[in-house]
């Protein structure tokens, strides 16, 4: 059964770059059929897609994130990774990773989610 | 860029209750739609996908339907462990955007 991780600072001060990771355990970020996807939800608000990445390492942001936003995969630690950079107030949330799968353009498997603040 | 428009934003409602959200996109997404609940703290949970296809290991109770701009999601007999929040996502464009949620509230 699939697991994902999120794991990363729970504390970011202003102006600095949030940096998160998503471990897989019971399946690989190289198979051929996902994409492997970050999603954040401020305080008491709705969901937000940021962007996903394909285990070649192709990707697709979200447009209103995309001038900050990086997104990478390590195959070999079968892990992705999120780098947000220039963050203020209005970047803390929950951040969720999941696997998309591309053939029912869904996502079936979240993380439980980390919570980052950005506060100095 | 797509936009999806849940309504209503809230609903009040009782155990055994039939429930409707609605979801419309702002250009045709075919069948490109899923329906997520979220409970309070936790990550958000797939229900349907492609529009009316049910997620492994959900109620039945749960369907969805529409095609085109106009979706709807169901609960034929409300739940105790239903009362939630539920999000729809259109998964036809790159920009994989989100509804902006519909809480699902005891009355």
């Known amino acids: 059964q699939v697991q994902l991780q999120e794991s990363g600072p729970g504390l970011v001060k202003p102006s600095e770059a949030l940096s998160l990771t998503c471990t897989v355990s019971g399946g690989s970020v190289s198979s051929g059929t996902y994409y492997w996807s970050w999603i954040r939800q401020p305080p008491g608000k709705g969901l937000e897609w940021i962007g996903y990445i394909y285990y070649s390492g192709s990707t697709n942001y979200n447009p209103s994130l995309k001038s900050r936003v990086t997104i990478s995969v390590d195959t070999s630690k079968n892990q992705f990774s999120l780098k947000l950079d220039s963050v203020t107030a209005a970047d803390t949330a929950v951040y969720y990773c999941?696997?998309?799968?591309?053939?029912?353009?869904?996502?079936?498997?979240w993380g439980k989610g980390t919570t980052v603040t950005v506060s100095s | 860029d797509i936009q999806m428009t849940q309504s209503p934003s809230s609903l009040s409602a009782s155990v055994g209750d039939r429930v409707t959200i609605t979801c419309r996109a702002s250009q045709s997404i075919s069948s490109y739609l899923n329906w997520y609940q979220q409970k309070a703290g936790k990550a958000p949970k797939l229900l349907i996908y492609a529009a009316s296809s049910l997620q492994s290991g959900v109620p039945s109770r749960f369907s969805g339907s529409g095609s085109g701009t106009d979706f709807t999601l169901t609960i034929s007999s409300l739940q105790p462990e239903d009362f939630a929040t539920y999000y729809c996502q259109q998964s036809y464009s790159t920009f994989r955007a989100f509804g902006q949620g519909t809480k699902v509230e005891i009355k």
């Open positions: 999941a696997r998309d799968r591309i053939a029912a353009a869904s996502m079936d498997v």
